[in-house]
């Protein structure tokens, strides 16, 4: 005789009917409770929003570095650049991409930026962090979505600005580029 499952018996040898036994499943009622209890979890973990933190400094070279939310260069990259324009956007390489998250930063220059995406903080999410200020050089960096470990330094060089970071559409920003070309 051999069990199978939630109490019931094999017929036995011969066709014999054996009697099957009732008990309740509390293997299976205990995992259920589990795998509710780790859907909550996650329910609600999903439901806290991200913040994408960082700081925006002036510096020599332009650029966005990623670093774990302990690394002391967050409090020691340099005078903070008040006021600077930040906008996230999800899949740069859309034809129309998606504006998730955008502000500024405060007086100290830096910034927390609210992004409610699904997955946001631990999905590897495809992103260009934009980044400008009036008489600063702008600066637009594609990358995933740093984790809600790391924090994000952005430098920018004070100069001209010879691009503009407002459209963030790739469709918007071909015909800008192309419309010399298509007039009479």
């Known amino acids: 005789m051999r069990r199978f499952g939630f109490g019931i018996l094999d017929l036995g040898f011969g066709g014999k009917r054996m009697r099957a036994e009732a008990r309740t499943p509390v293997g299976f009622i205990g995992l259920v409770g589990l795998w509710c209890v780790v859907g909550l979890g996650l329910g609600l973990a999903g439901c806290s929003p991200y913040q994408?933190?960082?700081?925006?400094?002036?510096?020599?070279?332009?650029?966005?570095?990623?670093v774990k939310k302990n690394d002391p260069r967050l409090a020691d990259a340099g005078p903070g650049v008040a006021g600077a324009g930040l906008r996230v956007v999800l899949d740069p390489?859309?034809?129309?991409?998606?504006?998730?998250?955008?502000?500024?930063?405060?007086?100290a220059g830096r910034f927390a930026l609210t992004i409610d995406e699904p997955g946001a903080g631990f999905l590897m999410l495809d992103i260009e962090l934009q980044t400008k200020r009036q008489d600063y050089t702008s600066v637009a960096e594609r990358m995933?979505?740093?984790?809600?470990?790391?924090?994000?330094?952005?430098?920018?060089?004070?100069?001209?600005?010879?691009?503009?970071l407002e459209a963030g559409n790739v469709l918007e920003e071909t015909l800008r580029d192309a419309e010399p070309y298509l007039r009479d």
């Open 52 to 66: 994408l933190r960082g700081v925006v400094v002036a510096g020599e070279a332009s650029g966005v570095e990623v």
């Open 93 to 107: 390489e859309r034809l129309s991409p998606e504006l998730i998250g955008e502000g500024n930063t405060d007086a």
């Open 144 to 164: 995933q979505l740093p984790g809600s470990n790391e924090r994000v330094i952005v430098t920018l060089t004070r100069g001209e600005d010879p691009r503009r």
